[in-house]
């Protein structure tokens, strides 16, 4: 009798087998998924992936039929799990999953430094997010809160102290999720992450939230610099290395002036000894 083992992902909030390993990989790594199955007659079927999945070597000769999800993205984040089917892939299962990896994709943290008063995008990408999902934006200190949802490019629901201050991307079709916060204040210091979130899914913004974040932001607003404007902050202030430019003229024209004034006082001092001189001389010679 032949077998055949599927690979098949899962929302994490549909999890028909408690994941019996959790794998955290950072974005862009490959990632090795383990599935122990009966020795098998023919090569093994998987599905998802999006053609980034291959057999490890000897994957289908020991009953080992473990295979390699490559270049993971946040959006790879899910429990996947595989079960034996019995002959073609048309067959009715043969058993149920015999193994399950919940797989978590962690974004890097991105850092982002600013002065109050100025605008700053939170970037949110994904090489594999479906435009058509709603966009969760969150901050998770100094306490857990959702502070934007947005739906085709439009703000559904906001933190008050948000409200005016979003203006969000047209980039959604590209993978580009990013938004631009205006008038940051120290208040706004944070850590921020994006998720995307089906909008079919039942509890759809608790489920999602539960899937990996897209981006993660940690945002550091400090003070606008003294004298500068209110709002523009660090952007209308003079630039120092402006102010330093013109102080280091300055000395330099004074230098100069002062150099110039030593040239002519010792050249006025020259002109009154040679007056003196001929004064002295032209009784002399008029004697003689």
């Known amino acids: 009798m032949d077998f055949l083992c599927v690979l098949v992902l899962l929302p994490l909030s549909v999890g028909a087998v408690d994941p019996e390993l959790i794998i955290t990989a950072e974005r862009g790594q490959n990632v090795s998924l383990t599935c122990r199955a009966p020795p098998l007659l023919e090569a093994g079927f998987w599905s998802g992936g999006g053609g980034r999945v291959f057999l490890e070597d000897g994957g289908t000769e020991d009953g080992d039929p473990s295979v ?3 270049r993971v993205d946040t959006a790879d984040s899910g429990t996947y799990w595989c079960r034996v089917l019995r002959g073609g892939g048309g067959a009715r299962p043969d058993s149920g999953p015999v193994g399950a990896v919940r797989l978590v994709v962690v974004p890097e943290l991105e850092l982002i430094q600013a002065q109050s008063g100025q605008s700053v995008t939170l970037p949110c990408r994904g090489a594999h997010v479906d435009p058509q999902v709603n966009i969760v934006w969150s901050r998770h200190d100094p306490d857990p ?11 559904l629901g906001q933190h008050p102290s948000f409200r005016n201050r979003v203006e969000v991307g047209r980039g959604a079709e590209r993978g580009d999720l990013s938004v631009t916060l205006k008038s940051v204040t120290p208040e706004d210091s944070g850590t921020y992450e994006c998720r995307a979130v089906r909008r079919s899914a039942p509890r759809s913004r608790r489920s999602g939230l539960q899937a990996g974040p897209i981006s993660s932001v940690h945002l550091s607003v400090s003070p606008a610099a003294a004298g500068s404007a209110h709002n523009g902050g660090a952007e209308d202030a003079v630039p120092p290395a402006l102010m330093a430019g013109a102080f280091a003229a300055g000395v330099a024209l004074g230098a100069a002036a002062a150099v110039l004034a030593v040239v002519l006082r010792r050249r006025s ?3 009154n000894r040679d007056e003196v001189l001929i004064q002295k001389l032209q009784p002399e010679r008029a004697a003689a």
């Open 269 to 271: 001092e020259r002109q």
């Open 145 to 155: 809160r959702e502070v934007l949802l947005i739906q085709d490019g439009v703000v």
């Open 68 to 70: 390699v999800l490559e």
